[in-house]
T-cell receptor, first 113, second 112 residues
Framework: DADVTQTPRNRITKTGKRIMLECSQT?????MYWYRQDPGLGLRLIYY???????NKGEISDGYSVSRQAQAKFSLSLESAIPNQTALYFC????????????FGPGTRLTVT | GQNIDQPTEMTATEGAIVQINCTYQ??????LFWYQQHAGEAPTFLSY????GLEEKGRFSSFLSRSKGYSYLLLKELQMKDSASYLC?????????????FGSGTRLLVRP
């Protein structure tokens, strides 16, 4: 079984709809991250959480919110989706402490029409 | 601020050696990662450098010079399956947090 899972894997939604992307991990890591990837722009950090009670904005948090329901679960919400939020979204985890590698989920391809 | 530069695309021949460069300017540098990403898939870890010098791991090696803000990934004995994007990412430390800042990636095409 995969250590980091994301649901859904693909989603098409309409402008203005609320949508939630979910991430679960079995690695026992405290730190979790949400990134989006756009062609030519690389991965950009949306939000990150270093434990259940810790939520931090990343580089591009506007239009997004997150919830850390448990150590193993970190969800990303688009309150009112817009077409420029069409992208590939990745969840990642890492162990506590500086310098540890991040383990990525398989990604969610989101299209907003 | 932070700025990470990598070439957009590179082409190499099967069996050859290729070097992918990464330059960075960032405050609070605390290490550099290289990730491999096949199209439509998740990035996977290749290497981590925090001290100056060369780290070798099988066919892949990574080099870091902190004073020059420079790293490279060296791929030897190229195989067709090495065709992928290679992402340079810098750990930015500070304000009690660690974050990975990614470059845009280098798309490598390996030809027969």
């Amino acid at each position: 079984d995969a250590d980091v899972t994301q649901t859904p894997r693909n989603r098409i939604t309409k402008t203005g709809k609320r949508i939630m992307l979910e991430c679960s991990q079995t690695k026992g890591h405290d730190r979790m991250y949400w990134y989006r990837q756009d062609p030519g722009l690389g991965l950009r950090l949306i939000y990150y959480s270093f434990d259940v009670k810790d939520i931090n904005k990343g580089e591009i948090s506007d239009g997004y919110s997150v919830s850390r329901q448990a150590q193993a679960k970190f969800s990303l919400s688009l309150e009112s989706a817009i077409p420029n939020q069409t992208a590939l979204y990745f969840c990642a985890t890492s162990a506590t402490g500086g310098g540890y590698e991040q383990y990525f989920g398989p990604g969610t391809r989101l299209t907003v029409t | 601020g932070q700025n990470i530069d990598q070439p957009t695309e590179m082409t190499a021949t099967e069996g050859a050696i290729v070097q992918i460069n990464c330059t960075y300017q960032t405050s609070g540098f605390n290490g550099l990662f290289w990730y491999q990403q096949h199209a439509g898939e998740a990035p996977t870890f290749l290497s981590y450098n925090v001290l100056d010098g060369l780290e070798e791991k099988g066919r892949f090696s990574s080099f870091l010079s902190r004073s020059k803000g420079y790293s490279y990934l060296l791929l030897k004995e190229l195989q067709m399956k090495d065709s992928a994007s290679y992402l340079c990412a810098v750990i930015k430390a500070g304000d009690s947090s660690y974050k990975l800042i990614f470059g845009s990636g280098t798309r490598l095409l390996v030809r027969p």
